[in-house]
């Protein structure tokens, strides 16, 4: 992809950029996303796509988001929290859409009123029944199985009596089941046996519910991962996050061999570059000296934007070259060192350049993943991490009608 120059003139978008965008901002390009969802919904394809906008869609923006991936053939919206979903909805997205992690805080009654779904793993039943009475509208409910995850979704055991309790409540009108669904565990790695057992436990769990007389529109149970490498776990409907903002869910597979682009690019311009003496030290705890006279770059990026402290040594890309985050990460600013520019003997100064921290890893550019690997973590924390302090900024917003032919088209679009 293509992100904005510091100095170009063929920017993406018309009109101004602000000033502070062009400073820091994570720019989104929804073409990516469109191309991201329209490749994982031929891979699911006759099962439809559910796009995973939790956590402000991975820090890409829920709303754009959104909005996008249904326009590019995603049928279904998933969300964790109903205050999520309330916020799509508020800003006028009416896709079907499901939240499945609540509390007895939750407020199931609003959740009902906007036609949401309604995960429930069991104890949120009465209450999403209640809300139905109240509201005078039978609540949309996507029963949950723990097939392994042992996080939310009622036991196997519990299974049983959750389907008989529900399927009374949809004799009597409160509530529809729409779904039954469970969460896999290690889809991301492949050769494990975990998810041939949660798959087989599913079959097992949509066998009674079937028995009971449930004739749910959705079964669901792939993410991303599985999605991408276990086409016997796609059944109805696939839930895909990651995938959708173009990052490889699998280890030492990229994007780019997954036929994935990423959307996000966080970037900034060098704020300080000057030259410093041999043996200079570089932020707190003075852990880097340079060795030699050199010239130091300042990147006005820190963890209160959502860069992990301990991520020294990640990739910062400036005029065609990674340089490594020398000396600790601070709350607004890191530093990277370019070695001996001389820019005080009337050599280039790179202040004021673009900075790029990951993108799409073209022509050797930083990626996601190198981050993950300094902070030790993977790269949907890199990117869902990135604060609200950073500026979005969209490209790409309306779809190129030639560029909608680059994957084979799914059923749906
Ligand atoms: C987050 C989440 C997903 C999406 O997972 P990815 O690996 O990002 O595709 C799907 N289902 C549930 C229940 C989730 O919590």
């Known amino acids: 992809m293509t992100y904005p120059a510091a100095t170009g003139d063929s920017r993406p978008v018309s009109g101004a950029v602000p000033a502070y965008v062009e400073e820091r901002s994570a720019v989104i390009d929804l073409e990516a996303i469109r191309h991201n969802v329209r490749r994982l919904a031929a891979m699911a394809s006759p099962a439809q796509l559910m796009a995973v906008v939790k956590a402000d869609a991975y820090g ?32 006028g997205i009416e896709a079907p859409l499901l939240a499945w992690l609540h509390t007895p805080e939750s407020n199931f009654a609003a959740a009902v009123a906007a036609g949401i779904d309604i995960g429930c793993s069991g104890w949120e039943l009465q209450r999403i029944v209640a809300a139905a009475r109240a509201q005078e509208r039978p609540a949309r409910v996507h029963l949950k199985v723990d097939t392994g995850l042992g996080r939310n979704g009622a036991t196997l055991n519990a299974w049983d009596s959750l389907v008989g309790e529900a399927m009374d409540y949809q004799d009597q009108g409160l509530l529809r089941v729409v779904g039954v669904f469970s969460h896999l565990a290690v889809a991301d ?38 999605t991408l490498s276990r086409p016997d776990t796609h059944f109805d409907l696939v839930r895909v996050g990651l995938g959708l903002y173009g990052l490889s869910p699998f280890e030492g597979q990229s994007s780019k061999e997954l036929g994935l682009r ?87 100064s790179l202040l004021g350049a673009e900075a790029v921290l990951f993108g799409d890893g073209a022509d050797g550019g930083p990626t996601a993943e190198d981050w993950a690997r300094a902070a030790g973590t993977n790269n949907y924390e890199i990117v869902t991490r990135i604060s609200p302090r ?24």
């Open 189 to 226: 790695e492949p050769d494990r046996p975990e998810t041939d057992e949660q798959l087989e436990a599913f079959r097992e769990v949509l066998a009674i519910a079937h028995d009971a007389g449930v004739d749910p529109e959705v079964r669901h149970l792939a993410n991303t991962p599985a």
């Open 262 to 348: 990423p959307a996000m690019t966080l970037r900034t311009v060098v704020s300080h570059c000057k030259d410093v003496p041999d043996g200079q030290g570089v932020s707190y705890g003075l852990n880097y000296r340079t060795r030699g006279a050199s010239t130091l770059g300042l990147i006005p990026l820190g963890y209160g934007d959502g860069v992990p402290r301990v991520a020294t040594g990640g990739p910062v890309r400036v005029e065609g070259v990674n340089y490594p985050v020398v000396g600790r990460i601070a709350m607004d600013q890191m530093v990277i060192d370019f070695g001996p520019l001389h820019v005080s003997a009337g050599g280039r």
């Open 60 to 91: 890409h923006g829920a709303v754009p988001v959104a909005r996008a991936a249904l326009g590019a053939g995603a049928s279904w919206l998933g969300v964790a929290h109903i205050s999520e979903a309330l916020a799509l909805r508020a800003a």
């Open 390 to 413: 950073v500026p979005r900024r969209y490209i790409n917003e309306e779809p190129d009608r030639s560029a909608a032919q680059d994957v084979p088209a799914g059923p749906r679009q």
